[in-house]
């Protein structure tokens, strides 16, 4: 053999080996046979390399050729002695070839020196029997069929119609259009693509056939099978990329119609089953189109694989579409609930549970006809339409549950809130005035009824019309009335167990509470400790209203001052101008009275009250005494002013005294209207001044 055909199977003659070491164990009994390997034209890879390659490829044969059973665990060595030798090649060193050449001629010359090519000897035979004993092997040999050498023509007929094969697939591997038809369903789908690729490949076995078509037809029939199923491994990536073009274009356009369709408002179902129908008989055209006539390949899979993902798509968009359906729907739902609830829990009234309810059954049956109405396209079954919108009433619910807990949690600032509101208006929402004949505790009593009443609507979720005592046990428990000081007292219960002392309300599922018996407790000590300064407040501000509105002393005060000033009253009888200078001091007193505002700074306290006069009234006298400066300024100016008039008077009766002394009469009357025109300035002048006005 070559050196360059070690390891390979035909060129090496593996099947030729194999055949030989089946015959021998079927025909002949074990004995040392010489398989002389010759390995021409050696290459520089040393022999010590080569050998064993060569052989542990023999033993592979041997282990893998069907054994007799008396022969399974016979080893090699029993049957052949393997003997491997190598040659240089001829043309570059054909001295050492010759020589190598001459001394394996010698080793067949002595072959049956001990040692020598002929091996054990065991079947020796004299040379008079060797007629006969070749006689024997020949029949042997006849009489087995597996040794028959094929007639020549089917030798000629094997030969050449597989060398016109592989030149024809040569050919084919070579080919422009073929290469260019490559080249182009690489980048997209080829309209044609099968009829073109049909009529490349027809060329080449046409071909074929008329070449062969003097051979043996069994022969040639083989070879042209191998041949197209080579050309058609050949082709095949280019056909399946082509099917792989048509699966992708035509689930890009099914993704696309199906969005449009969606987006357009069509149903759902009726457009997956129209676009599904159309996408597939696309496929199937543009499979149908690509199919070549000398394969029968099946894109079947293929088409499976198409469906599976226009399923799978489907389902992701259909999931999608309700998700987003759902979640506008619960948005809705969120928007009618979550205001609306707030509002009422915040108002507390008794038909605050009865509202929310009645509005979460309006607007839950409203959310769930537009969600039906908005699925109605999916054409969902009626298992899991009801699932969907058993889900959306149990988010409704959880959106009211949700709200009434975050306003349980403010609950002690809404009490504050009912409290203040309550106890700082009345009925007409209008300001309290603390004065004495407003009964604070009544108020306070109401107000914290009123913050009572709230903390029993926000203590248990009531979504489901059940009964219970929540107010009852509240009130029973923490209220005994109003004490002297306007405080609300804490009651005591009659029976031994305290009912505010648990974690559940009688008649409430645990799962439906907001606010704990213990933490109602908790929560009305605090707000009974931050409500008390406002009633305390309330109270100062009445009782400094009752001492503000009673000017007069007591009457045992009054006697005492009339009996024990009689003797300074006497003085001020004798002497009247005391009597002048205590009225100007109280009318000075007057002034500071009401520019001060006495009655209004001690509306908020005693306290604040002195401090704020003392801050006022130095300003105030200030102000007072240059007041009285600029009055009695323009009362000068007008003073003067008034005796320029009369000398003008004067001398306009000089003027006219004849006229006077003609008319007696009228000089009379002339001179009593300017008089009265006098006056009447006087007074005038007189009104205008303010503070004398006052005083």
Known sequence: ????????????????????????????????????????????????????????????????????????VTPLSDFFNVEITALSSYEEKEELFKEQVAFLRQRFFHSIVPGGLAGDRRAVVP?????????QIWKIIKENKDLDLPAHKVMVATVRCEEIAK?????????????ELEKEVQSGPIPGFGKKLSTILDTYFSSYDMEVVYFEESVRTKKRQQMVTESLNLVYPAYKAMVEHIHSKSLKRFKKELEEAVKNGEGFAFALRQY???????????????????????????????????????????????????????????????EAVSSFLESASPDTWPSIRKLLKNETEIAVLNFKSAIAGFEIDDETSNELVESLKDYGRSVVEKKAREEAGQVLIRMKDRFSIVFSH???????????????????????????????????????????????????????????????????????????????????SPSDVLITPVQCKSLWRQFKSETEFTVGQALAAQEANRRSESWLPPPWVIVALVVLGFNEFMALLRNPIYIGVIFVLYLLGKALFVQLDIPGEFRHGFLSGILSLSAKFLPTI?????????????????????????LRSENYGAGVKDVQLQDPARSSSRSSSVEGVESSRSIRHRQSSPVKATY
């Open 1 to 72: 053999m070559w050196c360059h055909d070690i390891g390979r199977e035909q060129a090496a003659n593996k099947p030729l080996l194999k055949t030989v070491f089946q015959v021998m164990m079927r025909l002949f009994s074990p004995r040392k046979t010489t398989l002389l390997f010759v390995i021409r034209d050696k290459t520089k890879t040393p022999l010590e390399v080569l050998e064993p390659i060569l052989r542990e490829d023999i033993q592979k044969i041997w282990d893998s050729v069907p054994k007799p059973p008396k022969y399974k």
């Open 127 to 135: 040379a008079s029997g060797f007629p006969f004993s070749i006689q």
């Open 276 to 338: 599904t129908e159309s996408c597939m008989a696309e496929f199937d055209q543009g499979c149908s189109d690509a199919k070549i006539e000398q394969a029968s390949w099946d894109p079947s899979k293929s088409r499976e694989k198409l469906k599976q993902e226009i399923d799978a798509y489907a389902t992701s968009l259909c999931a999608t579409q309700l998700s987003e359906i759902r979640s506008k729907s619960e948005a809705q739902l969120t928007k009618a609930l979550a």
């Open 426 to 508: 009345d009925n007409e929402s209008m300001p309290r005035v603390w004065n004495g004949k407003v009964d604070i505790r009544a108020i306070t009593k109401d107000a914290r009824s009123a913050s009572l009443k709230l903390l029993a609507v926000m203590a248990a979720l009531r979504l489901d019309e059940k009964p219970d005592n929540i107010e009852a046990t509240l009130s029973s428990a923490l209220t005994d009335g109003i004490g002297a000081t306007g405080s609300l007292l804490e009651g005591s219960s009659s029976s031994s167990v305290n009912p505010l002392v648990s974690n559940t309300w009688e008649g409430v």
């Open 622 to 646: 200030m102000a007072l005494l240059k007041r009285l400066a600029d009055e009695g300024q323009k009362f000068s100016g007008s003073e003067a002013s008034s005796n320029t008039t009369i």
């Open 167 to 179: 030149e024809k697939v040569d050919h084919l591997t070579n080919d422009e259009d073929w290469h």
